[in-house]
């Protein structure tokens, strides 16, 4: 489960986009949301890269940044911006709809958690073993796959 500090910045930012962006939870918050042993160091939000500058606006109590170009893995242009949400690093990152990542969002591989009061959207597992895998990622998509298989 999530600690507090992770808990309190997703509801922030669920507040903070209302139904005014589509956005997912990826990574490893992901992977822990989804009942995964892992400990998240930070906040993967993906979003439509048109949304980012109005996230930078938005976050800016939160110390965000300009929207900036990423080296991106999947060989397509990404953007992201950072903010610092109650002590939580928070990466919102998409790219344009054939990003690996942003397509998922585009096409809906989400599906929502409960996470106290409120429901986050988070990427499908096979979403993200695809993602990881697309990114020169591959061990972490065995681990997702033993989990899905049930082995942990």
Known sequence: ML??????ALKIIDKMFGNNIRWTVAGSANLNLHGMDVSPHDLDIVVHKKDLKTISKLFSEYDSSEVKELNALSGNPAYEVKARINGV????????????????????????L????????CLLLEAEIDCYNGTGRGGRSESIKNFLDGGG
């Open 89 to 112: 690093e928070v990466q919102f990152f998409g790219g344009g709809e054939d990003d690996i990542y942003t397509e998922k969002l585009v096409k809906s591989k989400i599906e929502h």
């Open 114 to 121: 409960k996470l106290d009061a409120i429901s986050v959207p």
């Open 3 to 8: 600690n507090e500090k992770f808990r309190n």
